[in-house]
């Protein structure tokens, strides 16, 4: 959905900034949306920021009924990190994630948003779903499971001998599936390739460390907070075993899909929306 | 299987670019055999299949020869399209000196991938 100007598109989506406190600290928030309707907070995945969800905030066929909102955490993207950053270790926790995404709600006032998440956002939005049901309308979890066996030495993300961006990249480039366009490929690169040092690796903290939740998706109530899952068939790192042994504890069906990998929004959006659109057609009707 | 390997990566010149600060020895392993890899300034100088025990390398990326086939395809299945999910799985290993191969992931990966579609 574009404006057409004298020499350019001007793209629908509007970029903001939130000014609020997390965890007693000043912070201030990136936030892009579009549309109107039931809100649909997307979350971005560890290391990168909510230019993921780009293409979502300019799907016409969304934004009639939803009002899409993807914000970059601290330390992501536009948002900055806290002032003292320079002087500790970023870690982000289950506590200070699920804190900044109602923070981040309360303050824009969304009333019962639908929380769309991926990697970590995918595993927060099962905490919310089973912490905080009254307060969403449903979590969409993609490439989400309970919990994942850490599988490499996280160290390589953050020192001086190896560059960070490099690095990050090179190693995620992997979970992109071999049919993505390389045009959104490398888009979805660039998220890696350009984060700050130390913030994938703090991410995965909560990531590998701090988010075992294989003893509470059970107790996620579906009736109060509808979950589904989606996940890649080319993601090794949340693998689609992963997401089906964590949708069978919750009691749903898991929707695993073909020729997409670990960033199925950014990677490959049109094909992504084939999956995703019957989702959001049901979570409207409901 | 390997015989190409120079040809494919030399000849890819924004490959090479990427490359031009590294130089380093290392093994790919094909089920049984060895091929040591000799990189200079992000070339491949040197090709050199079973070579001699305790030639010195600095790290070795080995997986089965059906691993590599199906790697190698020009549309690999999924567990098999990138080197560490086939280490994450088992069906390869990467070991030895992690720096090096860590610091140009994205020029090992590369070479790596070169003959997909290839042999």
Redesign the interface.
């Known amino acids: 959905m574009k404006v057409s100007g004298m020499m350019g598109e001007i793209e629908q989506t509007i970029g903001r900034y939130l000014n609020l406190e997390i965890s007693g600290r000043p912070c201030r928030i990136y936030f892009e949306q579009a549309g109107a309707g039931i809100p649909l907070v997307c979350l971005h995945t560890a290391g990168s920021d909510a230019t993921q969800y780009r293409h979502l905030l300019s799907d016409a066929g969304i934004l009639d009924r939803f009002q899409v909102i993807a914000f970059d955490m601290p330390g992501h993207g536009k948002s900055l990190p806290p002032s003292g950053y320079h002087d500790e270790e970023y870690i982000l926790t289950t506590e200070l994630y699920t804190e900044t995404i109602r923070i981040f709600c309360a303050a824009l006032d969304l009333e019962n948003p639908v929380i769309m998440g991926c990697s970590m956002g995918g595993r927060i939005v099962l905490h919310l779903a089973e912490a905080y049901p009254a307060e969403f309308r449903a979590v969409i979890g993609i490439e989400a499971s309970d919990y994942q066996e850490p599988?490499?030495d996280r160290d390589?993300l953050n020192r001086p001998?190896?560059?960070g961006g490099?690095?990050c990249?090179?190693?995620i480039?992997?979970?992109v599936?071999?049919?993505s366009p390389d045009e959104y490929r490398w888009e979805t690169l660039w998220g890696y390739l350009s984060s700050g040092p130390g913030i994938f690796k703090g991410d995965l903290h909560f990531y590998r460390a701090d988010s075992d939740y294989r003893d509470r998706v059970a107790r996620i109530d579906t009736e109060k907070c509808p979950v589904y899952l989606m996940t890649g068939?080319?993601d090794?790192s949340c693998t689609p075993e992963d997401t089906l042994r964590t949708a069978e504890k919750i009691g749903i069906e898991a929707i695993i899909m073909k020729e997409l990998g670990h960033f199925p929004m950014s990677e490959n959006p049109d094909h992504f929306r084939t999956y995703l659109m019957p989702v959001l057609a049901e979570i409207a009707k409901a | 299987m390997l015989n190409r390997l120079s040809d494919l990566v030399n000849g890819d010149a924004d490959l090479v670019r990427r490359g031009q600060y590294l130089t380093a020895t290392f093994i790919i392993g094909i089920g049984d055999t060895d091929w040591l890899i000799e990189i200079r300034e992000g070339q491949v100088a040197t090709v050199q299949p079973e070579p001699a025990l305790m030639t010195p390398s600095q790290f070795s990326i080995r997986a089965s020869e059906n691993a590599w086939r199906e790697f190698w395809q020009p549309?690999?299945l999924?567990?098999f399209?990138?080197?560490?999910?086939m280490t994450?799985?088992g069906d390869a290993t990467v070991e030895g000196d992690?720096?090096p191969f860590?610091?140009n992931?994205?020029y090992f990966?590369d070479l790596l991938a070169a003959p997909r579609g290839q042999i």
């Open positions: 599988w490499y390589w001998d190896v560059h490099e690095v990249a090179a190693l480039s992997g979970l599936a071999p049919q068939e080319y090794f | 549309v690999p999924p567990g399209h990138d080197i560490f999910a994450k799985s992690f720096q860590m610091a992931l994205r990966k």
